[in-house]
């Protein structure tokens, strides 16, 4: 089992919809990959349109994929990535936030093509992996990004359902991935193909991570049976756990995933969060100093124990290489 660090690498608290777009939160960036390169722990940073038009970004992650100390992956969010139009739902920064898997098929894929030259010409190397903004996530979008060259996406996040929340009005709203597993798995294309290594979310509590009927059936209708809410409510309020520095996350929490993770012989543990986490008041997950502090103690915690464990770090580049030598 290896481990793959994954940062949405964005503008300012993403959640204040309509907002001037800021990259302030790059600035603290450097304290992070510093913390990672004392235990040899090489990020992947999902980069936004926004960030890369920012001199200090480029200059920053120019020097870390330079040294091979990180790699820098696409992060589309369809709301700053042009192009745009002057229709609610697909204008620069709009109020809206909408799903890339809303999308007509076309215009994702002219902002894809946008982002991924950004990136190339920004950071010096073109971009080979990819998450979708607010995880709007299809085979559609697979099927893009395999024409474009991508080989591994990070989107998925399995036994959780994103319908419910809206993007463009009158549209569905987000995927639902509720009957995914957290295991890798390759979208095959005439030609071409795209491995998918998702979030890692697992149930770690009996019967939830024994049974994978059970489990997808519990989490599809965890939230609209009546009876599945209440055994919610009182025996699993906390599942699935998600690889994630929530600031409810514990050491025991990160500790119960790993062992998990070994149980089911996961190949690759794959944390997520957002680069405004590390800015105080940033982001609605770390709203003050204290909290950024808490999320470094953490960290720091958290590599020590994957260090004592032997558990190596990948970028997701080189975990799509290595995965593809296990499946030879």
């Known amino acids: 089992m290896e481990f793959i660090i994954t940062i949405d690498t964005e503008g300012d608290n993403q959640w204040d919809h309509g907002r001037e777009l800021t990259v302030e939160n790059i600035k603290f960036v450097p304290r992070f990959q510093e913390l990672c390169n004392k235990y040899n722990i090489r990020p992947t940073y999902l980069v936004t349109s926004e960030v890369c038009d920012d001199r200090f970004a480029r200059e920053i992650f120019r020097d870390y994929i330079s040294a091979g100390k990180a790699e820098a992956g696409a992060h589309l969010h369809s709301w700053t990535t042009p192009p745009f139009f002057d229709q609610e739902g697909y204008r620069l920064n709009d109020v809206h936030h909408p799903f890339a898997s809303e999308l007509p098929e076309k215009l994702v894929n002219d902002k894809l093509k946008h982002l991924t030259d950004q990136i190339g010409s920004a950071f010096g190397r073109r971009p080979v992996s990819f998450r979708s903004?607010?995880?709007?996530?299809?085979?559609?979008?697979?099927?893009?990004?395999?024409?474009?060259?991508?080989?591994?996406?990070?989107?998925v996040t399995p036994f959780t359902n994103w319908s419910v929340s809206k993007g463009i009005p009158g549209i569905k709203g987000g995927p639902d991935f509720s009957d995914k597993l957290p295991f890798p798995y390759i979208y095959s294309f005439p030609g071409t193909s795209l491995l998918e290594i998702p979030v890692t979310i697992l149930p770690t509590l009996f019967p939830l991570n024994r049974n994978n009927r059970i489990t997808r059936f519990y989490f599809k209708n965890?939230?609209?049976?009546?009876?599945?809410?209440?055994?919610?409510?009182?025996?699993?309020?906390?599942?699935?756990?998600?690889?994630?520095?929530?600031?409810?996350?514990?050491?025991?929490?990160?500790?119960?995933l790993i062992n998990e993770a070994a149980r089911i012989k996961l190949p690759f543990l794959v944390m997520m969060f957002h680069s405004s986490e590390l800015m105080p008041g940033c982001s609605i997950y770390r709203k003050d100093e204290d909290s950024v502090e808490k999320l470094f103690e953490l960290l720091e915690s958290f590599f020590i124990t994957l260090k004592d464990k032997n558990i190596k770090s990948l970028t997701l580049e080189e975990a799509s290489v290595r995965y593809k030598s296990m499946d030879e």
């Open 133 to 155: 903004g607010r995880f709007g996530f299809n085979e559609n979008l697979a099927r893009i990004l395999s024409e474009n060259s991508y080989v591994v996406d990070s989107s």
């Open 222 to 256: 965890a939230d609209e049976m009546l009876l599945l809410r209440q055994i919610k409510k009182y025996f699993f309020p906390n599942q699935p756990l998600w690889l994630r520095p929530f600031e409810r996350t514990t050491e025991k929490h990160l500790l119960e």
